[in-house]
Nanobody, 126 residues
């Protein structure tokens, strides 16, 4: 599966932004999807994930209550709605996929995820 992330941009603190990750290839509905981010000079970190059947979601504590992940299997797309953005949310955001795993497993097995998008830059100014 190939992933294409989009929707990044420059916003002010407190603003909202929605990222999208479009998947090509077959059987998108069998893939759990996750969002990760990498800030300048820092390691890539987990943000959120949604299971292949939408039965579970999982969030990093730093975004809980502000970010929401969702998916539209008819459009082969997963979304990340980001509200109340903070300067510390500034990063390149990547989407990733793995077949038939739980959302929590997506969060703990980042190094084992086989499919990654190219990233989209989100910059939050103070």
């Amino acid at each position: 599966v190939q992933l294409q992330a989009s929707g990044g941009g420059l916003v002010q603190a407190g603003d909202s932004l929605r990222l999208a990750c479009a998947a090509s290839g077959r059987a998108f509905s069998y893939y759990s999807m996750g969002w990760f981010r990498q800030a300048p000079g820092k390691e890539r970190e987990f943000v959120t994930a949604i299971s292949w059947d939408s039965s579970s979601t999982y969030y990093a504590d730093s975004v809980k209550g502000r970010f929401t992940i969702s998916r539209d299997n008819a459009k082969n797309t997963v979304y990340l709605q980001m509200n109340s953005l903070k300067p510390e949310d500034t990063a390149v955001y990547y989407c990733a996929a793995r077949r038939l795993t739980t959302a929590q497993e997506m969060g703990v097995m980042m190094s084992q995820l086989p499919y990654w998008g190219q990233g989209t830059l989100v910059t939050v100014s103070s």
